[in-house]
């Protein structure tokens, strides 16, 4: 396996969870893997972007425009903004989710209406998940990640035992059993 | 074994080698990307660890700890290293009894920063020497190894992470943890750097620079600090310079290129550099920030290049490199156009609103100072006129008065958070009464350090290890001061907030107001209460509070996100009609 994640978000929807669970991941398949994050500023809800590297060995933490093999967009807008990483081929999985940035919520710009006209114009496959509506039935918004994992899982065709192992290892044990009804859901979806 | 290895922050790493290297004694402030340093070797019983009020602080008390025979870790970013120069200068020359490692985070690209400064010449001026690790692995191994040289050659040692290198994960053998411990020892000569001993001393910090640096260019450290890396045979004729993430970037962007990769960036092991230089036609040193190793190469007559490629600004990457050394073209434009921006915003319920939106209303002149009320500046609120450094809000304000007077200060403020006025505020106060200044201070005091993450301090009554302190009274440290004009306020309050405000810029005298509130994302009991609008009038004003919560729909109503309001009932209060209220009625 040798994949280029990009993990596009929005500064509190739980992307650096998922990283690490990506990485852990790696880590049980027997691979390399390097995970780069960003803190601090842009986690005051900027947008945030998150690089995950699976090979059998990595050097650069990131990696450039149009390296990415699958783009995970946990928000629309923030899909688009990401697209130029994506490479010919590649898999864009979009969260059917709209978070209005400021100069949208003030009136000063429009929130684009036409986001998937646009995905459509890279040579890419683009997968619509509705993360937020498993969140919601699942009465905890902060599973949005996890079942995004879930469908990831699924689109890419991870190893379903392992990538659960992974998030065994990596979330807090009280959370545990939301985490994986979510994955579950999101696994679903992708399959149904 | 991989399965035996943890995936981890390099900031965690380098917690972990201090760790295992047997350190006593951890202090630091925090600050982006160096934060997870400390709060990670703080989870360790064996390790005495502390949230420290400045970096100046947390120096000496490394220091201390080093004087007295324990193994002690000190950990800042670039700018608090700034702070904490002053005892590490003079440190460098009484040099210790048991190790200390200083940690510095330099953030090219500003991801969290103010500036792009570049820690490596505070090496080469203490004299002090410095490692820059490459990925986790080494994070650790170079912290372990830093312990080491500290003690071997009696001095401080540097250990230099950037962003890329802090906040990125990779895979980190874990081993156990050694004790050590040296007998505390009296030595006035040694210590006490009166002008007759630190002359005495000068000459032995030169001296054991001149050690490392024959030891560093000679075969004592083998391939575990530096390493050389061949190319291909005949695959080119460049030979690379590099150290840090930019090795990582390199090794992508030229795989069969020679490589020179620096472990330790001061001293320079010049003379194994030129050796390598001899061999290949053209020398390229790649390193972001400031051309040092360029420049240092460069006085000792080695020919290379450097910013001549590759520039002095932000970040470098895999694709930077490979365009200014093999001339590979920039990739095609993107196909999106228009994205609207998406910058950092104070979250829905954010404590530091209010006070913003009223000194915006009022027209007032805001000098500003580092944390999360930075974001005071952007729109809507644009309530933020200056910003410098931590602690600079009330000085700035009070040199503002000294320099136009009264009737200038009069349409003045200076805002600052609790944590930032424990760093350094409390200073510029006491200087700013002293002297007679007339300003207004407004203390948002959120009872947290919030934009690193919510660590303790010493206003929240509670160690890094969450013990219960000694809650510094900050009305009590402003009236000790010598400040008569004061209000502690509830920043939710707007009339409240006016009134204040109002007041206080009148006054004669320096001024302060402590707008009170815990953290909104620490205050669990304000979770989940939404407003919502009726009959909304369309007149956009409680937009200009700059809530993430409420949004413009296209008939230009507003409309409330339920999900993300706190129910700080602070739009409402803006709202002419009276028309926002809370869907339960509470």
Not at chain 1, 55 to 78: H, I
Not at chain 2, 117 to 132: F, N, T
Not at chain 2, 134 to 148: N, V
């Amino acid at each position: 396996m040798n994949l280029n994640i990009l993990i596009a978000g929005v500064g509190g929807q739980g992307t650096l969870l998922a990283s690490k669970i990506l990485g852990n991941y790696a880590q049980l398949n027997g691979q390399d893997c390097k995970v780069s994050e960003v803190h601090g500023m842009a986690q005051r809800g900027g947008s945030v972007v998150t690089y995950v590297r699976i090979a059998n060995k990595v050097y650069s933490p990131l990696f450039d425009k149009k390296q990415a093999d699958v783009v995970l967009a946990f928000e629309e807008l923030e899909a688009l903004r990401s697209a130029g990483h994506i490479k010919d081929g590649g898999i864009i999985i979009v969260n059917k989710q709209n978070i209005y940035p400021m100069p949208c919520a003030l009136g000063a710009a429009e929130y684009p209406g036409n986001i998937y006209e646009q995905l459509s114009k890279y040579n890419a496959k683009i997968h619509k998940i509705d993360a937020i509506g498993i969140a919601t039935k699942l009465n905890d918004i902060r599973t949005v990640n996890i079942a995004m994992l879930g469908f990831s899982a699924a689109v890419l065709n991870f190893d379903k035992e392992i990538f659960i192992s992974a998030i065994e290892k990596s979330v807090a044990k009280p959370t545990l059993e939301i985490n994986l009804k979510a994955f579950e859901q999101g696994y679903i979806q992708a399959r149904g | 074994m991989l399965q035996m290895k943890k995936l981890m922050l390099g900031d965690h790493a380098v917690a972990q080698g201090a760790y295992e290297a047997g350190v006593k004694v951890a202090a630091a402030y925090p600050g982006t990307p160096s934060t997870e340093i400390t709060e990670y070797i703080a989870n360790f019983n064996e390790v005495n660890a502390e949230w420290s009020v400045n970096e100046k602080v947390s120096m000496e008390v490394g220091v201390g700890a080093a004087m007295a025979g324990k193994r002690a870790l000190v950990a800042m970013k670039h700018v608090g290293l700034n702070v904490a120069a002053d005892p590490l200068f003079t440190f460098s020359y009484t040099g210790l009894n048991a190790g200390l490692v200083a940690v510095v985070a330099d953030d090219p690209g500003m991801h969290s920063s103010q500036n792009e400064q570049d820690s490596r010449y505070y090496a080469q001026s203490a004299h002090v020497p410095m490692l820059e690790p490459a990925d986790s692995q080494e994070a650790k191994d170079f912290t372990m190894l830093a312990y080491e040289l500290s003690e071997k050659y009696d001095t401080p040692v540097f250990v230099r992470l950037t962003t890329r290198i802090a906040h990125a994960r990779s895979f980190v053998e874990i081993g156990e943890r050694k004790e050590v411990e040296y007998p505390y020892k009296q030595d006035i000569s040694k210590y006490v750097m009166v002008p007759a001993n630190a002359r005495k001393r000068h000459p032995a910090v030169e001296e054991r620079e001149r050690r490392l640096s024959n030891d560093i260019n000679g075969d004592l450290f083998g391939e575990s600090i530096n390493k050389v890396e061949y190319g291909k045979a005949g695959s080119n004729k460049i030979g690379i310079v590099c150290s840090g993430a930019v090795y990582q970037y390199v090794k992508e962007a030229l795989p069969d290129f020679a490589i020179f990769k620096l472990g330790m960036v001061y001293p320079i092991a010049f003379e194994n550099i030129r050796e390598f230089a001899s061999k290949y036609e053209k020398l390229i040193v790649v390193e972001e920030l400031e051309p040092f190793i360029e420049n240092a190469l460069k006085a000792k007559g080695i020919e290379c290049h450097g910013k001549n490629l590759t520039g002095l600004q932000g970040e470098l990457s895999v694709q930077k490199i490979s365009e200014a050394i093999l001339g590979h073209k920039a990739l095609p434009e993107e196909h999106t156009e228009n994205i609207p921006m998406r910058p950092p915003v104070m979250c829905a319920g954010c404590t530091h609103r209010g006070v913003f939106y009223i000194l915006n209303k009022l027209k007032l002149n805001v000098v500003g100072d580092i944390g999360c009320y930075s974001l005071g500046c952007s729109p809507p609120l644009n309530a933020m006129h200056s910003l410098i450094c931590m602690g600079a809000s009330i000085s700035n304000a009070h040199g503002m008065f000294m320099a136009k007077g009264k009737e200038f200060s009069k349409t003045n403020v200076a805002v600052i958070g609790d944590s930032t006025f424990i760093h350094s505020g409390i200073t510029s106060l006491i200087d700013a009464v002293y002297n007679k200044s007339n300003i207004t201070v407004i203390i948002m005091d959120n009872r947290t350090t919030g934009m690193t993450g919510h660590q303790n301090h010493p206003g929240t009554g509670l160690t890094i290890k969450n013990e219960p302190t000694h809650t510094l009274d900050l009305e009590a440290i402003c009236r000790a001061c010598g400040v008569q004009n004061l209000s502690v306020i509830d920043p939710y309050n707007l009339a409240e907030v006016e009134n204040a405000i109002k007041e206080r810029i009148k006054a004669d005298g320096v001024s302060v107001i402590i707008a009170k509130r815990p953290c909104i994302l620490l205050d669990k009991s304000m979770r989940h209460d939404a407003v919502s609008i009726s009959d909304c009038k369309k007149c956009g004003i409680c937009l200009k509070i700059g809530c993430p919560a409420l949004s413009r729909r296209k008939d230009n109503s507003v409309e409330v996100d339920a999900a993300l309001c706190t129910g700080c009932m602070v739009c409402a209060q803006t709202c002419k009609s009276g028309n926002i209220k809370k869907e339960n009625n509470k």
